[in-house]
């Protein structure tokens, strides 16, 4: 599964090593049943670190591809 990076984010002062707009492959998922929200995604970021990112930082790539549709009206 891929996730597309939609925000990089500042954590404990050191950039989160992903890029905005750029597609990452998924390691593992950790889902919950509860919210889809509190979903987390473990990728390796830019830097070759391997790391948990939740769906404030990065989303599915179909859900990216739709909502970029959504944007153009198609």
Same mark, same amino acid.
């Given at each position: 599964m891929k996730v597309v990076c939609i925000k990089?984010?500042?954590k404990n002062g050191l950039k989160n090593g992903l890029k905005?707009?750029?597609a990452?492959?998924?390691? /593992?998922?950790r889902m919950r049943n509860t919210n889809k929200f509190n979903?987390?995604?473990?990728i390796i970021?830019?830097?070759?670190w391997?790391?948990?990112?939740?769906r404030e930082t990065v989303?599915?790539? /179909?859900e990216w591809r739709s909502k970029q549709l959504n944007e153009l009206g198609i």
């Open positions: 990089s984010m500042y905005k707009g750029k990452y492959e998924v390691i /593992e998922i979903d987390r995604y473990k970021d830019d830097g070759g391997a790391a948990w990112y939740n989303i599915p790539l /179909e």
